[in-house]
């Protein structure tokens, strides 16, 4: 991973919790486990871009893709 892609793991617990939002509301809305979302969080499943890039727009950060990688800013 990236350190971009491992700051942001680190910080999608507190987005979710921010939006007052269980790991089971994330499951979910992305159509995916709470264990999936928990792998998610703790970084031993990684995120899919789309789900990656759904989830930054649904915590209000913006993304720019540059060098085949995308960044996550709040």
Request: charged residues 25%; contains cysteine.
């Amino acid at each position: 991973y990236n350190d971009r892609y491992i700051i942001f793991i680190k910080n999608l617990k507190n987005f979710r919790k921010r939006h007052h939002m269980t790991q089971g509301d994330m499951a979910e809305i992305f159509g995916v486990s709470q264990s999936t979302v928990s792998g998610w969080e703790n970084g031993t499943k990684p995120i899919k871009l789309d789900c990656a890039v759904n989830l930054a727009i649904m915590f209000g950060l913006e993304i720019f893709e540059k060098q085949n990688y995308f960044k996550c800013i709040k």
